[in-house]
């Protein structure tokens, strides 16, 4: 676990969360309603808390080692509609409602700028 905050993450929660080396769990961010994915975040124990108590997103940046609620500096809010852990408690899937751009670089998603990979397109049988 990242050792720069206490946590105050409920046990019961804490106890479900497989965490990497880091003490980090990846975050999948979708838009409600439109089940767009906007971004992939971190977040440890304290980050999680926030997120799940104060109404809005709080990350763990592993660039700048502190915690940063996504739109205190650009004002692209994401207010939380749920939070949702997967089966094998590895990664979390939080449900917001996005204001202006989820990308660092301004655009809606994370997902548009990097570019199609060009994988193989599979058919079933």
Known sequence: MTDHAPTGLAPAIAARLKRDEHGLVAAIIQQHD????????????EALRRTLTEGRVTFWSRSRQEYWRKGD?????????????????DALLVEVDQVGAACHTGARTCFLTGGDLGAAVGTRA
């Open 34 to 45: 439109t089940r767009e994915v906007l971004m992939l975040g971190w977040m440890d124990d």
């Open 73 to 89: 500096t650009s004002g692209h809010y994401q207010y939380v509609r749920s939070v949702s852990l997967d089966c094998d408690g």
